[in-house]
């Protein structure tokens, strides 16, 4: 080994007492591992030694150094060996290695580069080659370092807006007392719905939901127990609908409309059935109610199978008609 001709190469001054990188010397004979050590620390660096291939991998997974300077020669394994298995190691694939061997020949040179060396050096070394080439991987490390926490902290930043972005998405279409879509979500999907239903020549279904005496209900039990029922009725409307194109909307005050695409009129009359069953046995009492002595729905029911012809609000008028019939004789059913 030869040192160069007195160069300093240490940065002296201020840098000094800092710590310039924590390097891993690997090499079986202790001389060279003093020598090397010696001349680091006297460039400001944190110097580690082990004296086998063994003993880097234990120490490398248990504390992973910024730089490994690796012996090639060593017995039971050896320096490719040990490189080829940092580099299989999630943990360690990204710290640099460095060879610095004996073996002088171009082969052993590019399986060092093969196995995932970023240098090789060869013995006898002038330690100012070692330094600088030691610093610029050091450099080039601490880089990608940076840019991979960059990246990191970006993705984290898309999630975060991702997740505002659901929530906005959620407040702009969900309705805040009930939990069922809005009306402004309900007029998106019925066009979106209506233009693919156009192109199949499937039916589309709607129910148009209202609540029965629900004025005398607020007067009789007050605005808040009104609430209450509002919220128990979007969720058995909801809980009523089988497939998961089926969806329910607040229309109004104290209105729901459904959606039901691909279904018949049959279907619907029977999906009313089941609806009239469940807010029956919802059994809320409602004493002012001219309809029964529990909270009921009247509901108004219309199919059609859409054809750019007509207006999907067509839709809304027809089903509006036929819950307005519902209404006129008696309330607490529905028509279609
Ligand atoms: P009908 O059987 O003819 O539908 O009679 P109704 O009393 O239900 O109908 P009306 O249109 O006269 O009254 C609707 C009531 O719904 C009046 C209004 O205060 C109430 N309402 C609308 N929105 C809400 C709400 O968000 N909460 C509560 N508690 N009540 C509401
Ligand atoms: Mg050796
Ligand atoms: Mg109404
Ligand atoms: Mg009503």
């Known amino acids: ?19 310039r990188g924590d ?37 490398v997974d248990y504390d992973p150094p910024e730089l490994i300077l690796l012996d090639i020669m060593m017995p039971e394994i050896d320096g490719y060996e040990v490189c080829r298995q940092l580099k299989s190691n999630s943990r360690t694939c ?62 984290k930043v898309e999630q975060q807006l991702l997740i505002a972005n659901q929530k906005l998405e959620q407040i702009a279409n969900i309705d805040g007392l009930t939990g069922v879509y ?9 066009s979106k719905e209506w233009y693919r239903l156009c192109r199949e020549k499937q039916p589309l279904s709607m129910i148009m939901v209202d609540i029965d005496c629900f004025k005398e209900y607020n007067d009789t039990y007050g605005h808040l127990q009104g609430d209450e029922v509002l919220k128990a009725i979007a969720s058995t409307l909801k809980s009523s609908l089988q497939r998961s194109s089926d969806f329910v909307a607040r229309y ?14 049959q279907g619907s009359i029977t999906i009313c059935e089941n609806i009239s069953l469940k807010i029956m046995e919802l059994a809320i009492p409602h004493r002012g109610s001219s309809a029964s002595n529990s909270i009921t729905i009247s509901m108004g029911v219309h199919c059609l199978i859409p054809s750019a012809k007509i207006n999907p609000y067509t839709l809304i008028d027809k089903s509006d008609d036929a819950l307005y019939l519902a209404k006129k004789e008696g309330r607490n059913c529905f028509r279609y």
């Open 182 to 190: 809005n009306r402004r979500y309900f007029n998106d999907l019925l």
């Open 94 to 155: 990204q710290i640099p290695i460095i060879f610095l061997s004996a073996k002088q020949q171009l082969s052993e040179k590019i399986k060092g580069f093969k196995v995932g060396g970023v240098d090789y050096i060869t013995k006898p070394f002038v330690v100012a080659e070692v330094v600088c080439r030691l610093e610029t991987h050091l450099k080039i490390y601490r880089y990608q370092n940076l840019l991979n926490q960059e990246i990191v902290a970006r993705k």
């Open 1 to 19: 080994m030869t040192t160069d001709s007195g160069a300093n190469t240490s940065d002296g001054g201020d840098n000094q007492n800092s710590k």
């Open 23 to 59: 390097i891993l010397i690997v090499d079986d004979q202790i001389e060279n591992i003093q020598f090397l050590s010696t001349m680091l620390m006297d460039n400001g660096y944190e110097v580690r030694q082990v004296l086998s291939g063994k003993q880097a991998l234990k120490v």
């Open 252 to 265: 109004g005050g104290e209105e729901f409309v459904i959606l039901l695409p691909n279904t018949d009129l």
